[in-house]
């Protein structure tokens, strides 16, 4: 059995339904032949049934209402629990993960007995608390439809599995059969993604099975978890017009293996092709004047045209605020400046901070944390500005009154030195990302909301991970030179030596030189 965890990563949940028609042999015909297929194209997929218990579920009064279409469908696919333990088997020992949505609380029992590896709540089912409060006495991972169900309601549903500590995911569903393109409401699952950014989306499709676009724009959103309706049309059984056969099937997992290809990485990868073409259109640096030996290259000795030459200093990798060019020897008017005719001298420490107050923007943004310009900024490098993205912080001062207020920002991967304050108190709260933090010879690992109390006199250092932390810092008066480090090598480092001041960070006002 896969991790619980990771369950939901990247998962196909393919529903049988009714679509067994009571026939255990026809339901074992379905699951062999979508085997073949989730094998041949090595996914991971569930097999989804639905359990009623009949005999509790539809009142006595209706068991022969012959005009209620529901009630006979249900009635004439019937199966035994036993028979659908028997399917429950036959899948574990095919290695396909099990699922099951019950309309009762008695099936959820047989859930639990059965040992299904999910457990899904229908859309019509997810405001029946009932249902909803007897399935959260179990652990088993749990997959929640939402068709017809408004974002309070959707709000109720979150807070309550997040409160019962449950390993949950919403499916966003359109609970038309067939759904045309009109009613799908897509972008909805971008904005569950934002609504909970710590729940995995996907998308419960009932549109018709010939029909790829809804689940192309569902991937490109976000969407990770993907619901069909299966069976397969025979001589005896018919199929509805919104289950996928397996051919059928297949069109959709290649459809869906064409856009994970054009979708890449979340990280952005710069292909060679792409800098190839690009660097044939790219302009050259020329001398617009004859220029001496020794000479400073500056707007009024250079200018730029198309096409660049072999060796020559592209535009692109041209400026004259982060970097000195010294021509070597003399170089004649209209001459292409190609790499060996100059010397370059980076203004490097300044160079570098720019380009971390660029990254702190972005790590910002991501999180979704608004930082009005204004605000001061202490860059703390204690081994200097080349190694601050492995060591050093971000502090952007708030507050600092009878009591003052900090956001710290940490880089990817970046490191805190172990340290102590004599005199200030402080509280951290996680805001985004996750804080490894070590506070008197124990270590916590912190999550978004959680808060860490740190004590006058008490040594700690703190790290974060590949995905970079913010956190708030609240403390008693903010003092200058209250920070004693365990190593004593930043201790005699004057404040200014392994801080970079910045005033109204937003516009880049330094009030000292970048430091060496």
């Not at 072999?310 to 990798?317: A, E, G």
Request: one cysteine or more; a positive charge; glycine letters at 4%.
């Amino acid at each position: 059995m896969l991790n619980s965890k990771s369950i939901f990563d990247n998962l196909f949940v393919l529903d049988l339904a009714n679509n067994h028609f009571g026939d255990l042999k026809h339901a074992k015909y379905v699951i062999d032949n979508f085997h073949r297929v989730i094998k041949s194209h090595k996914i991971r997929a569930a097999i989804k049934f639905q359990f009623r218990d009949l005999d509790s579920f539809v009142h006595k009064s209706e068991i022969n209402n012959k005009e209620n279409k529901y009630v006979q469908r249900f009635l004439s696919t019937k199966l035994s629990f036993e028979k659908f333990f028997e399917l429950r088997n036959y899948l574990k020992k095919k290695k396909i993960l099990s699922a099951c949505t019950p309309f009762d609380e008695i099936s959820i029992n047989h859930i639990e007995k059965m040992k299904f590896d999910i457990l899904k709540i229908a859309s019509v089912s997810s405001n029946e608390w009932p249902l909803i409060e007897r399935s959260a006495e179990n652990n088993i991972p749990k997959l929640i439809s939402t068709g017809g169900k408004s974002l309070d309601m959707i709000d109720k549903i979150v807070s309550f599995f997040s409160h019962k500590k449950q390993n949950f995911a919403l499916m966003h569903c359109i609970s038309i059969y067939p759904s045309p393109n009109e009613t799908l409401q897509l972008n909805v699952i971008s904005d569950l993604l934002k609504r909970y950014p710590d729940v995995k989306v996907g998308w419960s499709t009932h549109e018709e099975p010939d029909n790829y676009l809804p689940s192309t724009i569902a991937k490109s959103l976000g969407a990770t978890i993907f619901e069909k309706h299966i069976g397969i049309k025979t001589s005896k059984y018919n199929l509805n017009n919104y289950s996928t056969n397996p051919n059928q099937f297949i069109k959709y997992l290649k459809n869906l293996e064409d856009v994970n290809k054009s979708l890449g990485k979340t990280s952005k990868i710069i292909d060679k092709n792409e800098t190839n073409t690009l660097s044939l259109l790219e302009r050259g640096v020329y001398a617009k004047r004859e220029i001496k030996k020794n000479t400073q290259l500056n707007k009024n000795n250079v200018y730029f045209a198309f096409p660049k030459k072999k060796n020559q200093i592209s535009t692109n990798d041209f400026s004259f605020k982060s970097k000195s060019y010294i021509v070597n020897q003399d170089i004649k008017k209209d001459q292409p400046i190609k790499s060996n005719l100059i010397k370059v001298k980076k203004t490097q420490s300044l160079n570098l901070i720019t380009s971390y107050i660029h990254k702190v923007k972005a790590i910002l943004n991501y999180a979704k944390i608004e930082l009005g310009s204004v605000f001061d900024l202490e860059i703390s490098h204690h081994y200097g500005v080349k190694n601050f993205s492995k060591y050093g912080c971000f502090l952007f001062n708030c507050v600092n009154r009878g009591y003052a207020k900090k956001i710290i920002v940490l880089f990817p991967n970046q490191k805190h030195p172990m340290h102590k304050h004599n005199l200030k108190e402080e509280t951290f709260q996680i805001l985004s990302g996750v804080l490894y933090s070590e506070l008197d010879g124990k270590e916590k690992i912190l999550y978004p909301g959680d808060t860490q109390v740190v004590m006058p006199g008490v040594w700690h250092r703190f790290k974060t991970d590949k995905n970079g932390c913010i956190f708030e810092e609240v403390s008693s008066t903010h003092y200058n030179n209250d920070s004693i480090y365990q190593d004593t090598k930043i201790n005699k480092l004057a404040r200014e030596e392994r801080k970079t001041f910045i005033k109204s960070w937003g516009t880049h006002e330094l009030t000292l030189d970048a430091p060496k």
